[in-house]
């Protein structure tokens, strides 16, 4: 039985209107992305919430981004940390993370976040080396996808037992189910889909919101 309600626009309100506290940085954040030509990339703001909500349900010390965009995840994730807790985040791009730091440095959680620009994969080995494995307790992948199956291969090297993987995007605006859709992507997406749904190293649970949310436990 197929039952899963429809996200209208008015339903999507009231939502956030029942729920989502966004204060003013997050706010502003939000809306000067919304003005960017990529703001397709933005995340949803409840979907950050989700992200807070379980770094603060999993105890989290040590969390890894891939994909930081202009930061609003990342913002959210830093402030559910405890104190002394780290966040590590990396991209490409220069003017995107730039509006990053602002946010992150008016929100006053700058000093819990270590930025690092550059390719993803070569950045997730750097932390290997330099940290070892099993050394994070939350990841969070949310950059390109035709490179998602390598970046979780990274990831759950780099997560602890017990930890937490989430993937964004894994429905792919419905892209994954369509046999014309056959870019880097797309391929990508259910590469990495079929490959969790095989994978004995977790306990996975695929969740039919915002684009697709699927969270993976390391056993």
Same mark, same amino acid.
């Given at each position: 039985?197929?039952d899963?309600?429809?996200?209208?626009?008015?339903?999507?309100?009231?939502?956030? %209107?029942s729920?989502l506290? %966004?204060?003013?940085?997050?706010? %502003?954040l939000?809306?000067?992305t919304?003005?960017?030509?990529?703001?397709?990339?933005?995340?949803?703001?409840?979907? !950050?919430?989700?992200?807070?909500?379980?770094v603060?349900l999993?105890? !989290?010390?040590d969390?890894?981004?891939?994909?930081?965009f202009?930061?609003?995840?990342?913002?959210c994730?830093?402030?559910a940390?405890?104190?002394g807790g780290r966040l590590?985040?990396?991209d490409?791009?220069? %003017?995107?993370t730039s509006?990053?730091?602002l !946010?992150w440095?008016?929100?006053d959680? !700058?000093e819990?976040?270590?930025l690092r620009l550059g390719?993803?994969?070569?950045?997730?080995d750097?932390?290997?080396?330099e940290r070892?494995?099993?050394?994070?307790d939350f990841?969070?992948?949310d950059?390109d996808?035709?490179?998602?199956?390598?970046?979780?291969?990274?990831?759950?090297?780099?997560?602890?037992?017990?930890?937490?993987?989430?993937?964004d995007?894994t429905?792919w605006s419905?892209?994954?189910?369509?046999?014309?859709a056959?870019?880097a992507?797309t391929?990508?997406?259910?590469?990495?889909?079929?490959k969790?749904?095989?994978?004995?190293?977790?306990?996975?649970s695929?969740?039919?919101?915002?684009?697709g949310?699927?969270?993976?436990?390391?056993r």
């Open positions: 039985m197929r899963q309600i429809d996200i209208t626009p008015a339903l999507l309100d009231y939502v956030r %209107e729920s506290r %966004e204060d003013p940085v997050l706010r %502003e939000r809306e000067d919304a003005a960017l030509p990529d703001r397709i990339m933005q995340i949803l703001p409840e979907e !950050a919430q989700l992200l807070a909500l379980l603060r999993t105890g !989290a010390r969390i890894l981004e891939i994909g930081t202009t930061g609003y995840s990342s913002l994730m830093a402030r940390l405890p104190p590590v985040t990396c490409i791009s220069e %003017e995107w509006m990053a730091q !946010a440095k008016r929100a959680v !700058a819990r976040i270590d390719d993803a994969t070569a950045t997730l750097a932390l290997l080396t070892g494995p099993g050394s994070f990841v969070f992948i950059a996808k035709a490179h998602y199956p390598q970046y979780y291969e990274q990831s759950v090297a780099l997560t602890r037992p017990g930890g937490l993987i989430v993937l995007n429905l419905g892209r994954v189910v369509d046999p014309t056959q870019d992507d391929r990508g997406v259910r590469t990495v889909n079929r969790l749904l095989d994978d004995e190293r977790v306990d996975l695929m969740l039919p919101m915002a684009d949310v699927t969270l993976a436990r390391k």
